[in-house]
Protein backbone atom coordinates (compact mmCIF):
# COMPACT_ATOMS: atom_id res chain seq x y z
CA UNK A 1 0.00 0.00 0.00
CA UNK A 2 2.91 2.64 0.43
CA UNK A 3 4.34 1.57 -2.42
CA UNK A 4 1.17 2.84 -4.29
CA UNK A 5 1.56 6.18 -2.50
CA UNK A 6 4.93 6.47 -3.58
CA UNK A 7 3.92 5.84 -7.22
CA UNK A 8 0.97 7.76 -6.94
CA UNK A 9 3.11 10.98 -5.27
CA UNK A 10 5.71 10.79 -8.24
CA UNK A 11 2.77 10.49 -10.72
CA UNK A 12 1.80 14.07 -9.35
CA UNK A 13 4.87 15.72 -9.17
CA UNK A 14 5.56 14.77 -12.91
CA UNK A 15 2.17 15.74 -13.22
CA UNK A 16 3.19 19.38 -11.60
CA UNK A 17 6.62 20.09 -13.30
CA UNK A 18 5.00 19.20 -16.59
CA UNK A 19 2.02 21.69 -15.75
CA UNK A 20 4.90 24.28 -14.36
CA UNK A 21 7.29 24.29 -17.40
CA UNK A 22 4.32 24.15 -19.94
CA UNK A 23 0.90 25.09 -19.00
CA UNK A 24 -0.66 25.02 -22.22
CA UNK A 25 0.39 21.77 -23.33
CA UNK A 26 -0.48 20.18 -19.49
CA UNK A 27 -3.83 21.66 -20.45
CA UNK A 28 -4.66 20.59 -23.50
CA UNK A 29 -3.13 16.70 -22.24
CA UNK A 30 -5.37 16.88 -19.06
CA UNK A 31 -8.34 18.03 -21.44
CA UNK A 32 -7.46 14.87 -24.00
CA UNK A 33 -7.15 12.57 -21.47
CA UNK A 34 -11.17 13.70 -20.54
CA UNK A 35 -12.75 13.74 -23.52
CA UNK A 36 -11.27 10.06 -24.01
CA UNK A 37 -12.30 8.73 -20.95
CA UNK A 38 -15.95 10.02 -21.54
CA UNK A 39 -15.22 8.12 -25.03
CA UNK A 40 -14.51 5.30 -23.63
CA UNK A 41 -17.61 5.12 -21.12
CA UNK A 42 -19.51 6.08 -24.32
CA UNK A 43 -18.02 3.26 -26.56
CA UNK A 44 -18.82 0.70 -23.84
CA UNK A 45 -22.49 1.39 -22.71
CA UNK A 46 -22.75 1.63 -26.85
CA UNK A 47 -21.30 -2.17 -27.61
CA UNK A 48 -23.96 -3.25 -24.62
CA UNK A 49 -26.65 -2.17 -25.96
CA UNK A 50 -26.04 -3.18 -29.54
CA UNK A 51 -25.01 -6.33 -28.23
CA UNK A 52 -28.61 -6.88 -26.35
CA UNK A 53 -30.14 -5.74 -29.26
CA UNK A 54 -28.12 -8.50 -31.51
CA UNK A 55 -28.66 -11.12 -28.90
CA UNK A 56 -32.75 -10.41 -28.87
CA UNK A 57 -33.01 -10.12 -32.83
CA UNK A 58 -30.78 -12.47 -34.31
CA UNK A 59 -30.07 -15.53 -31.70
CA UNK A 60 -32.93 -17.46 -29.16
CA UNK A 61 -30.57 -17.86 -26.36
CA UNK A 62 -33.29 -15.54 -24.25
CA UNK A 63 -36.48 -15.44 -26.03
CA UNK A 64 -37.18 -15.88 -30.05
CA UNK A 65 -35.73 -13.61 -32.09
CA UNK A 66 -37.59 -11.00 -33.13
CA UNK A 67 -37.91 -8.40 -35.97
CA UNK A 68 -38.80 -5.45 -33.93
CA UNK A 69 -35.00 -5.59 -31.93
CA UNK A 70 -33.17 -6.37 -36.09
CA UNK A 71 -35.23 -3.21 -36.40
CA UNK A 72 -33.87 -1.39 -33.82
CA UNK A 73 -30.52 -2.38 -34.27
CA UNK A 74 -29.79 -1.12 -37.33
CA UNK A 75 -32.19 1.99 -36.45
CA UNK A 76 -29.08 2.51 -33.57
CA UNK A 77 -26.55 1.11 -35.04
CA UNK A 78 -25.85 3.11 -38.90
CA UNK A 79 -26.32 6.42 -36.84
CA UNK A 80 -23.91 5.13 -34.17
CA UNK A 81 -21.60 4.11 -36.45
CA UNK A 82 -21.43 7.61 -38.08
CA UNK A 83 -21.06 9.22 -35.07
CA UNK A 84 -18.13 7.30 -33.86
CA UNK A 85 -16.69 7.44 -37.15
CA UNK A 86 -16.41 11.40 -36.62
CA UNK A 87 -15.06 11.32 -33.58
CA UNK A 88 -12.37 9.14 -34.09
CA UNK A 89 -11.22 10.92 -37.00
CA UNK A 90 -12.27 14.03 -34.43
CA UNK A 91 -9.89 13.34 -32.04
CA UNK A 92 -7.02 12.21 -34.40
CA UNK A 93 -7.22 15.66 -35.94
CA UNK A 94 -6.91 17.41 -32.41
CA UNK A 95 -3.91 15.41 -31.66
CA UNK A 96 -2.75 15.86 -35.25
CA UNK A 97 -3.32 19.56 -34.42
CA UNK A 98 -1.65 19.35 -31.11
CA UNK A 99 1.57 17.38 -31.98
CA UNK A 100 1.63 20.22 -35.22
CA UNK A 101 1.78 23.31 -32.74
CA UNK A 102 4.11 21.46 -30.18
CA UNK A 103 6.89 21.48 -32.96
CA UNK A 104 6.64 24.59 -33.70
CA UNK A 105 9.15 26.88 -32.66
CA UNK A 106 8.88 30.24 -31.20
CA UNK A 107 11.07 32.72 -33.02
CA UNK A 108 13.00 35.20 -31.37
Given at each position: ?????????????RAIKSGVA?????????????????????????????????????????????????????????????????????????????????????QE
Open positions: MFIFKIFRLRKQLDPSGFVVDQALGMIKGYVIVLAFLTLVVLGLLFVFGWTDLITQSTLFARILFWIIFIPLSLFWIIIITTLRAIKRMIQNLKNIQP
